[in-house]
């Protein structure tokens, strides 16, 4: 029987999602207490592959259990991991839907802050640049949804057999003290570092050190920067998940909190 999972977590400690050695992951984590629970190895597929300290406000993954069980398994999960990784839901699936491939849209969140708070260090992303240029990065967000390509904004860009991405919405919010800043962004695929890519270049254009006309022609060129530079990986967060058959809504209270309704757009 698949059953999709239904989670979030915390992603300082981690080296992303994607088991890999050497490395711990949040999905060796959770194979782990499956293991533990089944006393049987459990492979788990998860909805994409966050980078190493990116967090998950919704994140889904799939598993097949044949055994059959008649104990609290969304309970017991709970128990066996960490506090920085939470199960939500488990939901019995018909048929094989895949967590990964079935996904039509994914969501992300990269939040700033411009002046120093250590109570936001692990979930905001710290730059100290109080000076930025709202309006000019409102309007190099705003040309996003305009454009399909994003070659130019990737670290491999070979590896894929295109580099087409439906990017459905972008956004900058602001909060009303203009200390906090939300980059939000929803496609149907993203490319490797791609939304730490154009975070960082959207920081550049705030600095005055891109123009949002060269911003818009990497949009159009299509030629990979000599720099990159990707925006650190804290502060981004997966923060929804849509599929054709499960739209559920995030379930976290403390990002909710942090977006709140403090925020307005640019």
């Not at 977590?9 to 782990?32: D, T």
């Not at 839901?89 to 120093?116: C, N, S, W």
Request: proline share 5%; glycine share 4%; aromatic share 14%.
């Amino acid at each position: 029987m698949r059953y999709f999972f239904h989670i979030a977590y915390q992603g300082q400690h981690y080296n992303g999602w994607q088991k890999q050695p050497g490395a711990i992951s949040v999905q060796e984590v959770i194979e782990k207490a499956l293991l533990q629970i089944f006393k049987l190895q459990i492979p788990i597929i998860g909805c994409g592959r966050t980078d190493a300290y990116v967090h998950a406000s919704q994140f889904f993954f799939h598993a097949d259990i044949e055994q059959d069980f008649n104990f609290d398994l969304l309970y017991r999960l709970n128990k066996a991991l960490p506090q920085n990784i939470a199960v939500f839901d488990m939901i019995k699936m018909e048929g094989l839907p895949h967590a990964r491939f079935d996904a039509v849209q994914r969501q992300y969140d990269y939040f700033i802050h411009t002046y120093k708070d250590p109570f936001l260090a692990n979930q905001s992303s710290f730059y100290l640049e109080p000076n930025l240029n709202l309006v000019n990065m409102k309007k190099a967000v705003n040309l996003l949804p305009k454009y399909k390509d994003y070659r130019a904004f990737c670290t491999q860009p070979n590896k894929y057999e295109h580099t087409i991405c439906n990017v459905m919405e972008a956004d900058l919010l602001v909060n009303s003290k203009g200390d906090r800043i939300r980059f939000h962004i929803a496609s149907n695929r993203f490319l490797s570092k791609m939304i730490r890519i154009l975070m960082g270049k959207i920081i550049k254009v705030g600095k005055g050190n891109l123009s949002v006309n060269e911003f818009e022609n990497l949009l159009i060129s299509l030629e990979t920067p000599n720099t990159l530079n990707p925006a650190h990986p804290t502060g981004l967060y997966l923060s929804k998940v849509t599929y054709p058959y499960l739209n559920l809504e995030p379930r976290t209270e403390f990002l909710t909190a942090t977006q709140g309704t403090d925020w307005i757009s640019v």
